[in-house]
């Protein structure tokens, strides 16, 4: 049973930062591309970042040079690492293994 468990939401002033873990389990996660998301009230889930099984990456226009992604095969974890926080960015947050979801994690960002 596959399992993505994300955890490091919380409740941040604007300008602060904050690191998301998801912890996969029940897959070779060697073989997948790690993705977030998000989703902010009465709006739609909406892409945030991706890192491939090969490292690269990609970004949604409104985080590029404020989020990082970044994987460790090791630990089975995907990281997003979140830096220089608006309100705007206060939303649940997913990750994503391709077809698999987590459950999200709450990030709240205060003005």
């Known amino acids: 049973q596959v399992q993505l468990v994300e955890s490091g939401g919380g409740l941040v002033q604007a300008g602060g930062s904050l690191r998301l873990s998801c912890a996969a389990s029940g897959l070779v996660f060697t073989n997948y591309h790690m993705s977030w998301f998000r989703q902010a009230p009465v709006k739609e889930r909406e892409f945030v970042a991706r890192?491939?099984?090969?490292?690269?990456?990609d970004y949604a226009d409104s985080v590029k040079g404020r989020f990082t992604i970044s994987r460790d095969n090791a630990k089975n974890t995907v990281y997003l690492q979140m830096n220089s926080l608006k309100p705007e960015d206060t939303a649940v947050y997913y990750c994503n293994a391709e077809i698999y979801w987590g459950q999200g994690t709450q990030v709240t960002v205060s003005s």
């Open positions: 890192i491939m099984w090969s490292y690269s990456t």
